[in-house]
């Protein structure tokens, strides 16, 4: 088995990781050398009693990554947000210490 | 050995050999982290301190040892040899390092490693390659090589490692030094940054048998913070280091030599040097039968499958919010991925990559599921020769003595420098790698092997082989 570009950066996506386009090739290159070892596995002799010991078929889930869903909008967790992030007060130990995000004033730090 | 010989090794000479070995550009750079003044204040403390050489908290009284950073540790950071970690400190320490603090024992620094652990020669780290003592030129071997090559080079006589494949025994080997990977629930993992949970041990580096049983025996036992960790109560494996019988100290025991372990893709040298081994293990009174372990080949695919995938899994939790460093974007996922693939290095990437893809729905059953089962058969090859009458295996330690910074850039090929020493994680045995002579000059490893548990009767034969060594001039 091989993987193609969509293939990695399919996983990629599921791996919170971003492969750019000079980086990608080498990437699907060295997979590809990794894969073709690894796939030794596919001549192996399975005895029946071993294979049996482990779920054929289990049902997987689908391989996206989908946002998390909530009961209730992410904003409502948090007095004030910006940008997708929760604003929260100062630290003590983070310059200007007691301000408070409730303001939503920009002075809170995401 | 004794541990008298362990103690008379201080701290102060610890920094002093530290000096002339690791810093500068073409210094050693095994460690990450040192802690020169908390050290030096704490030795002076238990010089102080008058303690019971008979205690067992006091066996290590004052001795200097490094730790691998991917041990949590209190006084120093937690890097994992990554920029993701870089400056991290856990706010809880490792159970084997809070262990050997127990007995006395001096951290003087957190070594360099290949980046979470994954690689065979310290080329991997994000803070740049580890040098071989023996040979700068030459990698230490990985991924523990920081603790290796600060074992070889004498800044320290004890240190702490981590295994997932083999990070301990093959150092071990190419710095000529000894490596043990106890028995898989011997040790706690409680405190170890995870890798491949199933697979991951915490080992000990030492310049010698004896010292590195003490150094396993003092970090093991039941850790209720670690359920993978057994309640088996800890034999006093110190004393089976111990050569009493200076004829036939091994008289009776039966030592197996895997046929699958001595192929053409061993180095000829290192063949000879085994087969000098095992003439040496039957002048000492053993039995030397030849075994198979007919799933040897196919050890590292199911590793590279196996490993990859835990990896994928474990290494999720580096996010930016929880832990270490964090990079700036204008949402949350932007930030995750910027985070990640800013902070995490190729080889790290490439085994995320891998591991997602065998977990992926269409090659689970293709990858994931069919590496599981022949890990069960690899580990039943294993139970057979054990219950055939076999006590310790065995075989070299690395199919090449240390190469070139630099000379291994095709990644199966660096992968398959694990070849002899997977199989043990693999089914989960104690297994440990001895100096048994040198090539070019460079160290070569011997590697014993044994039943689940048994670490007794491994390092009973290792110190047998140690000690006819030594009575021929050493290696």
Redesign the interface.
Same mark, same amino acid.
């Given at each position: 088995m091989s993987v193609t570009n969509e293939d990695v950066l399919h996983v990629a996506q599921l791996a919170r990781l971003a492969i750019d386009d000079t980086r990608l090739p080498g990437l699907v290159a060295e997979l590809n050398g990794i894969l073709q070892h690894i796939d030794a596995l596919q001549q192996a002799t399975m005895p029946a009693d071993l294979s049996a010991r482990t779920v054929a078929g289990m049902p997987l889930r689908a391989d996206d990554a989908p946002p998390v869903a909530l009961r209730r909008a992410r904003e409502l967790f948090a007095p004030a947000t910006r940008d997708g992030f929760f604003l929260v007060p100062r630290l003590a130990t983070h310059g200007d210490a007691g301000v408070s995000a409730s303001a939503s004033d920009g002075e809170g730090d995401a | 050995m004794s541990v008298e010989s362990l103690q008379a090794h201080t701290v102060e000479a610890a920094w002093l050999q530290y000096d002339a070995v690791d810093a500068g550009p073409t210094g050693l750079n095994a460690f990450l982290s040192v802690d020169r003044e908390g050290s030096l204040t704490a030795a002076a403390s238990i010089a102080a301190t008058p303690h019971t050489a008979a205690s067992l908290a006091a066996d290590l009284a004052g001795v200097p040892v490094a730790i691998k950073d991917n041990l949590a540790t209190l006084t120093l950071p937690t890097t994992c040899g990554s920029r993701i970690l870089e400056g991290y400190v856990s706010p809880y320490e490792a159970t084997a390092v809070r262990k050997l603090r127990e007995a006395g024992a001096i951290v003087i620094g957190k070594t360099n490693m290949d980046e979470f652990a994954m690689g065979s020669s310290t080329e991997n780290s994000a803070y740049g390659p580890t040098r071989n003592p023996v040979d700068r030129s030459r990698v230490p071997g990985g991924s523990s090589g920081g603790s290796a090559a600060a074992v070889a080079s004498g800044v320290v006589r004890l240190a702490l490692g981590s295994e997932t494949g083999g990070s301990v025994r093959q150092p071990a080997a190419f710095c000529g030094i000894v490596g043990v990977k106890p028995t898989y629930g011997r040790v706690s993992r409680f405190g170890l940054v995870a890798y491949a949970s199933s697979l991951d041990h915490v080992g000990v580096f030492a310049q010698n048998v004896f010292d590195a049983a003490l150094g396993v025996e003092l970090i093991a036992g039941h850790d209720p913070y670690d359920a993978t960790c057994s309640e088996r109560p800890v034999p006093a494996l110190r004393q089976s280091a111990v050569v009493t019988d200076h004829a036939q100290p091994l008289a009776g025991l039966v030592v197996g030599r895997p046929v699958e372990y001595f192929t053409d893709a061993l180095d000829p040298r290192i063949h000879a040097h085994c087969d000098a081994s095992l003439e040496r293990l039957r002048a000492l009174g053993a039995v030397v039968r030849d075994v198979s372990l007919s799933?040897t080949? &196919?050890a !590292?695919? *199911?590793y590279? *499958?196996l490993a990859p995938a835990e990896a994928?899994s474990n290494l %999720?939790r580096y996010?930016g919010v929880r832990y270490g460093q964090r990079r700036s974007a204008?949402? &949350?996922?932007e930030m995750? /991925?910027?985070t990640?693939?800013g902070g995490?290095g190729a080889e790290v990437?490439?085994r !995320? =990559? =891998?591991g997602? #893809?065998v977990l992926?729905?269409g090659? #689970?059953? %293709? @990858?994931y599921?069919? %590496?599981?089962? *022949?890990r /069960? &058969?690899i580990t039943q090859d294993f139970e057979r020769v054990f219950a055939d009458g076999v006590h310790v295996l065995f075989t070299p330690t690395a199919p090449t003595p240390a190469f070139r910074i630099g000379e291994v850039s095709?990644? @199966?090929d660096m992968?398959l420098s694990d070849i002899y020493t997977v199989t043990a994680n693999l089914a989960g045995i104690p297994a440990m790698s001895q100096p048994i002579g040198l090539v070019d000059g460079l160290p070569v490893g011997g590697q014993f092997m044994a039943a689940r548990f048994d670490e007794a009767t491994m390092f009973k034969a290792a110190a047998a082989l140690e000690y006819a060594m030594a009575a021929e001039g050493g290696v």
């Amino acid at each position: 088995m091989s993987v193609t570009n969509e293939d990695v950066l399919h996983v990629a996506q599921l791996a919170r990781l971003a492969i750019d386009d000079t980086r990608l090739p080498g990437l699907v290159a060295e997979l590809n050398g990794i894969l073709q070892h690894i796939d030794a596995l596919q001549q192996a002799t399975m005895p029946a009693d071993l294979s049996a010991r482990t779920v054929a078929g289990m049902p997987l889930r689908a391989d996206d990554a989908p946002p998390v869903a909530l009961r209730r909008a992410r904003e409502l967790f948090a007095p004030a947000t910006r940008d997708g992030f929760f604003l929260v007060p100062r630290l003590a130990t983070h310059g200007d210490a007691g301000v408070s995000a409730s303001a939503s004033d920009g002075e809170g730090d995401a | 050995m004794s541990v008298e010989s362990l103690q008379a090794h201080t701290v102060e000479a610890a920094w002093l050999q530290y000096d002339a070995v690791d810093a500068g550009p073409t210094g050693l750079n095994a460690f990450l982290s040192v802690d020169r003044e908390g050290s030096l204040t704490a030795a002076a403390s238990i010089a102080a301190t008058p303690h019971t050489a008979a205690s067992l908290a006091a066996d290590l009284a004052g001795v200097p040892v490094a730790i691998k950073d991917n041990l949590a540790t209190l006084t120093l950071p937690t890097t994992c040899g990554s920029r993701i970690l870089e400056g991290y400190v856990s706010p809880y320490e490792a159970t084997a390092v809070r262990k050997l603090r127990e007995a006395g024992a001096i951290v003087i620094g957190k070594t360099n490693m290949d980046e979470f652990a994954m690689g065979s020669s310290t080329e991997n780290s994000a803070y740049g390659p580890t040098r071989n003592p023996v040979d700068r030129s030459r990698v230490p071997g990985g991924s523990s090589g920081g603790s290796a090559a600060a074992v070889a080079s004498g800044v320290v006589r004890l240190a702490l490692g981590s295994e997932t494949g083999g990070s301990v025994r093959q150092p071990a080997a190419f710095c000529g030094i000894v490596g043990v990977k106890p028995t898989y629930g011997r040790v706690s993992r409680f405190g170890l940054v995870a890798y491949a949970s199933s697979l991951d041990h915490v080992g000990v580096f030492a310049q010698n048998v004896f010292d590195a049983a003490l150094g396993v025996e003092l970090i093991a036992g039941h850790d209720p913070y670690d359920a993978t960790c057994s309640e088996r109560p800890v034999p006093a494996l110190r004393q089976s280091a111990v050569v009493t019988d200076h004829a036939q100290p091994l008289a009776g025991l039966v030592v197996g030599r895997p046929v699958e372990y001595f192929t053409d893709a061993l180095d000829p040298r290192i063949h000879a040097h085994c087969d000098a081994s095992l003439e040496r293990l039957r002048a000492l009174g053993a039995v030397v039968r030849d075994v198979s372990l007919s799933h040897t080949s &196919l050890a !590292i695919p *199911v590793y590279y *499958v196996l490993a990859p995938a835990e990896a994928s899994s474990n290494l %999720a939790r580096y996010d930016g919010v929880r832990y270490g460093q964090r990079r700036s974007a204008d949402g &949350l996922r932007e930030m995750y /991925e910027r985070t990640r693939t800013g902070g995490f290095g190729a080889e790290v990437t490439r085994r !995320i =990559l =891998l591991g997602t #893809y065998v977990l992926s729905a269409g090659y #689970y059953d %293709a @990858y994931y599921r069919r %590496a599981q089962t *022949v890990r /069960e &058969l690899i580990t039943q090859d294993f139970e057979r020769v054990f219950a055939d009458g076999v006590h310790v295996l065995f075989t070299p330690t690395a199919p090449t003595p240390a190469f070139r910074i630099g000379e291994v850039s095709d990644p @199966y090929d660096m992968y398959l420098s694990d070849i002899y020493t997977v199989t043990a994680n693999l089914a989960g045995i104690p297994a440990m790698s001895q100096p048994i002579g040198l090539v070019d000059g460079l160290p070569v490893g011997g590697q014993f092997m044994a039943a689940r548990f048994d670490e007794a009767t491994m390092f009973k034969a290792a110190a047998a082989l140690e000690y006819a060594m030594a009575a021929e001039g050493g290696v």
